[in-house]
């Protein structure tokens, strides 16, 4: 299991970093809020875009962050 990338982005409600890492056929993204350093985790097939997978774990993490409000 490698890190096969990363990245940050900044949303609506500050910067978000991502971790990308290959875990089988599939692909283990993580999500982390740099204020809170709240962090989630999805899994994705290979077969998705890098796009759909950062905006699949970045919906999840909003979720996450309004719930703990």
């Known amino acids: 299991m490698g890190l096969v990338g990363g990245g ?19 692909m283990r993204v993580a999500a982390i809020d ?13 077969s998705a875009t890098q796009n759909q ?5 970045l919906a999840k993490l909003k979720r996450r962050l309004s719930s703990q409000n």
Do not use: C, D
């Open 8 to 26: 940050r982005e900044a949303s609506g409600q500050g910067e978000v970093y991502f971790e990308f890492r290959q875990v089988g056929g599939q």
């Open 53 to 57: 997978m950062q905006t699949l774990a």
């Open 34 to 46: 740099a204020k809170t350093g709240t962090e989630v985790v999805v899994i994705a097939p290979l």
